[in-house]
Every structure is written in structure tokens, then in C-alpha cells.
């Protein structure tokens, strides 16, 4: 049975959040790389923006996992303020060109995003049982992606109409008004339950966590990647104007609302199908050469990578007795953001060379889908008991991994600072042996 606070009315402004919250996203995050792209910026400059925001943010949930407290007192006033300042800072970063101050809206935004991410996430797991999870995260992505195909179709409107110097100022500060309101939704909601919420000290399950979170990872990083270099390929490459890049945005959402419906009452083992699916999208946008064509791309992809992203958060509805509400909640928005993080790096190094940063989205997509098969039980095409056996070899390694890495690197630094202080000591006998013979005149 739900807790008794898992309320029908906490269900409903939950999902009202997420109407406003679509139509928001619809005229600001969903315009930024568009944005980017009409002002001259190249994947490089837009992958800049991207990795100072998500450092900033990663830095934020690194923060959040240490002292996890901070979640759980005075929840609802920070929620809210959070809750208000992504929305706010839309304004002023599409009143400006300078690519830096871009950057330091956006991470503002970015952090912001990250402590909603974290607040929302603890919201509804400590609020619902495993199936209320599944109930209230499959309403919201249909509540949200109902909106944003709204939003998208104005967003449309309004760029294939609007003056050009005047168009995405007028889009993002309407999106950023009706966010307001999605603020106002949220402030309604019953968040007493959540001061003082346990945290406990450790994980039980560790490496079940860990596998989940890898794939998750994975697939989220080839996501970002696939999200940062797909609309500059599609206008720069293809010749494709700004409104069919959004009309791509548009076509999205729908998707993304019949792949709620279809995948929120799937039993787990059937998103196996969601996985296959997923790692075809980047090879058939880069193959395509027709833009009208990756509207039908874009679609399947969306139908597919809801089932799987649903999957990630399905499972940490399963084991959230093993790995807590808190720890789950800060380790979804990590996830975000280390994705992001991750992503960017491609498109800084690669810039301009499509084949290869397509190639990378192959390769990470690849890597979540192989993972899940092999080390996730509820999808694995291996019996379960050996898919835990290999979920405990991919843990038990990376963490003997990560200490001789830690270890490497302590005695690492440990001899750089040895040579810098015989240098030091060198340089020092050097100065005074010089000195003496200054002195005595030689």
C-alpha cells in the first residue's frame, strides 16, 4: 500500500507541475541548441556552454551525495526557490550574445535543475510505493510531453513568423513565465513528510547500484551526445532551416507521449525491445540524407528511448528499499548531469568531424545496451543468476580499479612534490653558492 501521504491531490499537482513544466521546456531548453546554432555557434562553442554548466552542476551533486542532509531540511522553501531561479535566468541569458555570460546563465540554470532534479526525485520516492512510482513518473511524462508538443507548435509558429532579431527573446521569456507557473502548481504540494527524512549510511546492494547507474549512465551520456550534434548536422550539413529542427522537437513529444502510454504498464523484461531499438537512431541520422526524413527518425527514437530511460527509473523504483529515497534521488540527477558532463568533451574535441562524433554516439550506446544485457537481471538475455554474477565481476573490478587508480595517483603526487622540493632545494644551494661568490668578489 502507498504511504498515507501519497495522496490523489499530491498526484495531481505533481502532474500539473509537469504541464507547465512542458509547455516551459517546449520555449527554453528544448530552443537552446537552435539558439546556439542561428547566433554562428559551431558544436565546439555550444559543447563550451554545455560542460561549464554540467561541471558546476556535477560539482553540485557531488556535494549533494557528500552532505545528503541538505535535502531533507527546510525542503519545500528551497525546492521552490530552486524551482524559480531556473526558470527566472532564461531571461536574461537570451538577452545577451556573449558566449561566456550564455555560459554562466545556463549554469546557474544547470544547478538549479540539478536540486530540482534531486528535490522532485525525493518527492515522489518517498511519497509512493513501487507501482505509485511507475503510476506518477508515466502521468508526468505524458502530462509533459502533451504540453511540450503545444509549446513545440507555437515554438514553430513563432519562429517561421517573428521578426528575426526579436523571435527567441519573445520565445523564452513567455516559456520562462509559464515555468513561473508550474512553481506556483508546486507550492501547493504537501512536503511535511520529507524534513527530517532518513538517510542511511551506507547502500545495501552496492553493486546493483552500480550497474544500474553504469547503463543509465551510458545511455544518457549517448543521448546528450547524440542531442548536442544532431541539429547542428541536420542545419549546418544538411541545409535544414530552424523550424524543421523544431518541427524535430515537436514530432518528439508526440512520440514521447505514445511511448509513455506504451511502455508504462510493460513488464520489465519486454524494454529489451527498447533497447535494441535505441542503438539504431544515431546510424539512421547519419545516414539519411533527406532532413524531412529524420522527422520519421526522430520519432522511433523517442518511442524507444522513453521505454529505455523508463527502465532506468523503473529499477531504482524496484530496489529503493536497497538503495533509499535519498541516495536514489541524488544519484537520478547525478546521473544528468555527469551525462552531460561526459557528452561534451566529444563535441569540443571533435567539433566539426560528424563521422566520428556520430561514431562515439554508436560506440556509448552500444556500451549501455551490452551492459544491460549482460549485468542487469530484469532485462539480461543471460539467466538471471549469471547476470548477477557479472554485475558483482563489473563492481568488485571497478572498485579494485578506482583504488589502485587513487593509490596510483597519491604516489603520483607524492614524488612530483618530492622533485619540486629537491628543485627548490637545488635552485636554492644554487642561489646562495652564486651569492658567496658575489661576495668574495670572484
Do not use: C
Request: net charge positive; no cysteine; charged share 10%.
Amino acid at each position: 500500500m502507498p504511504p498515507h501521504y501519497a495522496t490523489p491531490s499530491l498526484r495531481l499537482i505533481l502532474v500539473l507541475e509537469m504541464v507547465f513544466a512542458g509547455a516551459y521546456l517546449a520555449l527554453t531548453r528544448n530552443l537552446l541548441v537552435i539558439y546556439l546554432t542561428s547566433m554562428g555557434f559551431g558544436v565546439g562553442e555550444i559543447s563550451i556552454v554545455t560542460v561549464i554548466a554540467t561541471a558546476i552542476s556535477s560539482l553540485s551533486s557531488v556535494m549533494l551525495w557528500k552532505f545528503p542532509n541538505f535535502l531533507t531540511r527546510g525542503v519545500k522553501a528551497k525546492f521552490l526557490l530552486f524551482h524559480a531561479l531556473e526558470r527566472i535566468f532564461w531571461i536574461p541569458m537570451v538577452l545577451t550574445r556573449d558566449l561566456l555570460s550564455i555560459a554562466i546563465f545556463y549554469a546557474v540554470i544547470g544547478t538549479s535543475t540539478t536540486m530540482i532534479s534531486a528535490f522532485m526525485n525525493l518527492l515522489i520516492y518517498s511519497s509512493f510505493d513501487e507501482a505509485g512510482v511507475r503510476d506518477v513518473t508515466a502521468k508526468r511524462t505524458i502530462a509533459g510531453n502533451l504540453m511540450t508538443t503545444i509549446g513545440s507548435a507555437a515554438a514553430i509558429t513563432m519562429l517561421a513568423t517573428l521578426p528575426k532579431d526579436v523571435k527567441f527573446p519573445v520565445i523564452f521569456v513567455v516559456g520562462s513565465l509559464l515555468g513561473l507557473l508550474s512553481t506556483f502548481a508546486l507550492s501547493t504540494a504537501d512536503m511535511r513528510h520529507l524534513e527530517g527524512f532518513e538517510v542511511p549510511g551506507k547502500v545495501k546492494r552496492p553493486e546493483q547500484m552500480f550497474t544500474v547507474s553504469s547503463f543509465l549512465l551510458a545511455m544518457l551520456t549517448s543521448s546528450n551526445l547524440l542531442g548536442i550534434v544532431w541539429t547542428p548536422y541536420l542545419m549546418v550539413v544538411l541545409g535544414a532551416p530552424d523550424y524543421l529542427a523544431a518541427t524535430m522537437n515537436f514530432v518528439s513529444t508526440i512520440f514521447g507521449i505514445l511511448g509513455s502510454l506504451f511502455w508504462a504498464r510493460r513488464s520489465l523484461r519486454s524494454f529489451r525491445i527498447a533497447l535494441g531499438g535505441v542503438t539504431l537512431v544515431p546510424i539512421a541520422a547519419f545516414i539519411t540524407p533527406a532532413p524531412a526524413a529524420h522527422l520519421g527518425i526522430s520519432a522511433f527514437g523517442t518511442f524507444m528511448f522513453t521505454g529505455a530511460s523508463f527502465l532506468g527509473n523503473f529499477l531504482f523504483a524496484r530496489y529503493l528499499r536497497e538503495f533509499g529515497a535519498v541516495r536514489s534521488s541524488i544519484i537520478l540527477s547525478a546521473l544528468t548531469n555527469f551525462s552531460q558532463l561526459l557528452a561534451t568533451p566529444f563535441g569540443i574535441l571533435l567539433s566539426q568531424n560528424y563521422m566520428l562524433l556520430f561514431a562515439s554516439v554508436i560506440s556509448i550506446r552500444l556500451l549501455s545496451v551490452i551492459l544491460a544485457f549482460l549485468a542487469v537481471p530484469e532485462v539480461a538475455a543471460v539467466p538471471e543468476d549469471v547476470a548477477r554474477t557479472y554485475s558483482q565481476l563489473i563492481y568488485t573490478n571497478s572498485l579494485m580499479g578506482y583504488a589502485l587508480i587513487q593509490e596510483t595517483s597519491r604516489e603520483i603526487v607524492a614524488l612530483t612534490i618530492r622533485l619540486l622540493a629537491l628543485a627548490a632545494v637545488l635552485t636554492l644551494l644554487y642561489v646562495i653558492y652564486r651569492l658567496v661568490f658575489l661576495l668574495a668578489g670572484l
